[in-house]
């Protein structure tokens, strides 16, 4: 069965370093998203790609954090420079239609 | 804009009694709803789903949840929960127009022996 696919699924830094997450969605998904899930709390929106182009990123702190989906496939959440905060754990989903499928998800951890 | 409120943040209950974690929300406009299941350390699956049609929609767990539109309520059921139950329930919304979901905060069930 087709899943999403994340790295690393799990990310300890330090603070004010970047860091940089991958996903993968399941193929022919045009639609992508990543999700923010602070521990204790349901996941939030930060961004949401159509193919390559960005549909709403209205919840993602621009001033440290971008995300790209260049070829319309795979995508990268950059975070730089991390603060203590943006520790939770980073979720991607892809979806066709209603239903999203997510990833493992990576755990970052700032120090 | 929506908004989803799970009323119970933890759920403690022993191996086959029944179980209820409880859904409501607020929007402005017809909307999709959803129960994940998120387990340890993994993303989060889709449990059952409802869309229009019947109000009660089961999963193949033996979950149920029933959509009462005058209550704006979602609350998901099971006759008897197993051990393998233990989890991380999250109800969630979107309308129909983007599909973009809004999560409750959660509830985490844990099934005793």
């Known amino acids: 069965e087709a899943e999403v696919a994340q790295s690393p699924r799990y990310k300890i830094t330090e603070k004010s370093q970047a860091v940089a997450f991958w996903c993968d969605p399941i193929?022919?998904?045009?639609?992508l998203y990543w999700y923010r899930q602070i521990l204790g709390q349901g996941p939030e929106l930060l961004v949401q790609?159509?193919?390559?182009?960005?549909?709403?990123d209205s919840q993602l702190p621009k001033d440290r954090f971008s995300a790209e989906r260049l070829k319309g496939v795979d995508s990268t959440l950059k975070i730089q420079p991390a603060e203590l905060g943006d520790s939770a754990m980073y979720l991607c989903a892809s979806s066709l239609d209603y239903e999203q499928f997510f990833g493992p998800g990576t755990r970052l951890t700032v120090l | 804009a929506q908004s989803v409120t799970q009323l119970d943040s933890q759920v403690p209950v022993f191996e086959e009694a029944p179980v209820e974690l409880r859904c409501n929300y607020s929007?402005?406009?017809?909307?999709?709803l959803f129960w994940y299941v998120q387990y340890p350390n993994q993303g989060l699956q889709l449990l059952l789903k409802y869309l229009s049609g019947s109000t009660l929609v089961e999963s193949i767990n033996g979950f149920e949840a029933e959509f009462n539109k005058s209550q704006t309520s979602f609350h998901l059921r099971k006759p008897s929960v197993h051990i393998s139950d233990t989890a991380e329930y999250f109800c969630?919304?979107?309308?129909?127009?983007?599909?973009?979901?809004?999560f409750g905060k959660g509830t985490l069930l844990t099934v005793n022996p």
């Open positions: 193929s022919g998904h045009a639609t």
């Open positions: 969630a919304v979107s309308p129909p127009s983007n599909y973009k979901l809004t």
């Open positions: 790609f159509q193919d390559e182009s960005v549909v709403d």
């Open positions: 929007s402005s406009v017809s909307v999709y």
